[in-house]
């Protein structure tokens, strides 16, 4: 079926550089996406999403960016800490599909001091 | 804390023994996921409820796994005769529905052995 997949599996970053983690998903029809932090050991945790509609959306450090010309989504997070260290999903809901997400296999973002 | 709340953390069986795992959500949401996950890969989608109702299954959850919401608040998850298949970390998650753009908010997860 339809899958969400990552260009990179590790990203290695300096503490206080920006990270950018990217994403392709297949599915044109899409429409709603979000990106999850996940340390070792817990749950996912909510970081952004955006909706189809949009092609770029702003939290605090992070921002989403959406090209649905290529199929493309990254997250881009200003001024890394050590604290964001951590694997990042990546997922894709379509509304005509139902409430399931569908995830990727996941980024490691390792920062070094 | 006020987030979504799974028990046991941690559960080790023998093969062929039946498990069940409980999952609290966040009050007032009233939608509830269950999702695997296996080393590495990101969570895969099992089943969902809106309220009391199973609105959706997984190909993925066999006729050995039930899940069940009963009252529209808690729910378990519940596997028979486990394989070592199984081993892997179970994820519930919960929502308020408000169209398209339901956050799912993500419990601690509860991490299946089956030796």
């Known amino acids: 079926g339809e899958s969400v997949g990552l260009h990179l599996p590790t990203l290695s970053v300096q503490e206080g550089d920006n990270s950018i983690i990217n994403c392709a998903y297949s599915?044109?029809?899409?429409?709603?996406f979000i990106w999850y932090k996940q340390e070792s050991g817990k749950g996912p945790q909510f970081i952004i999403d955006?909706?189809?509609?949009?092609d770029k959306r702003q939290g605090q450090r992070v921002t989403v960016l959406l090209n649905k010309t290529v199929k493309h989504l990254s997250l881009q997070i200003a001024a890394t800490q050590p604290g964001d260290s951590a694997v990042y999903f990546c997922?894709?809901?379509?509304?005509?599909?139902?409430?399931?997400?569908?995830f990727g296999g996941g980024t490691r973002v390792l920062v070094k001091p | 804390d006020t987030g979504v709340s799974q028990d046991p953390r941690h559960k080790i069986t023998k093969r062929g023994q039946n498990v069940t795992f409980r999952c609290d959500p966040i009050s007032e949401h009233n939608r509830l996921y269950w999702y695997r996950q296996t080393l590495g890969q990101g969570p895969e989608f099992l089943t969902y409820f809106q309220n009391e109702a199973q609105l959706e299954k997984s190909r993925l959850l066999s006729d050995r796994f039930s899940a069940e919401r009963p009252k529209g608040s808690f729910s378990t998850l519940e596997i028979q005769r486990t394989e070592q298949g199984d081993s892997a970390m179970y994820l519930c998650?919960?929502?308020?529905?408000?169209?398209?753009?339901?956050?799912?908010?993500f419990g601690p997860g509860t991490r299946l052995t089956v030796l």
């Open positions: 599915n044109s029809a899409s429409d709603y």
């Open positions: 998650a919960s929502s308020l529905a408000t169209g398209l753009t339901d956050t799912q908010y």
């Open positions: 955006i909706r189809s509609n949009m």
């Open positions: 997922a894709e809901k379509t509304e005509a599909a139902g409430n399931k997400l569908t």
